[in-house]
């Protein structure tokens, strides 16, 4: 298990109160060993003009799975990590429905972390692959 320590769904989601998350309606729904997946619908909040699925909605996903992703490998007393870099390659559109962004890491260093965020359709399509990279800091004293 690479998690700092065992987080539940309900304190995972908790994170997300208030922010762009709830709004576009993202929830986190699987925490595996080495993987966190969270869901996003297709609806008015993440589609552009043209009916399909906005690209930066889909990078608002995976940018929030792959940042929650790294923060619950840190001591929360001590460290937390920040979008250093991040791309996305739109494979699919995706015109209602729902959408799951998975991540799992592929370096988990001291300093940056590099996460890898699959994002498919109920299916298993392959709607996004995007990657991320996060720099760790220390947190200073106040």
Known sequence: MIWFKKYTLAEINGFSRDTMLSHLGIEYTTIEDNALTATMPVDHRTKQPAGILH??????????????????????????????????????SKKQGLVYGKATPVHLGSSTQV???????????????????MLILEKKGK
């Open 115 to 133: 996460w890898n965020i699959d994002i498919t359709d109920e299916a298993g399509r392959l709607i996004c692959k995007s990657r991320i990279t």
């Open 55 to 92: 690209g930066g909605a889909s990078v608002a996903l995976a940018e929030s799975v792959a940042s929650v992703a790294s923060y619950l490998t840190l001591d929360p007393q001590k460290l937390y990590a920040v979008g250093l870099e991040i791309n996305a390659n739109h494979i699919k």
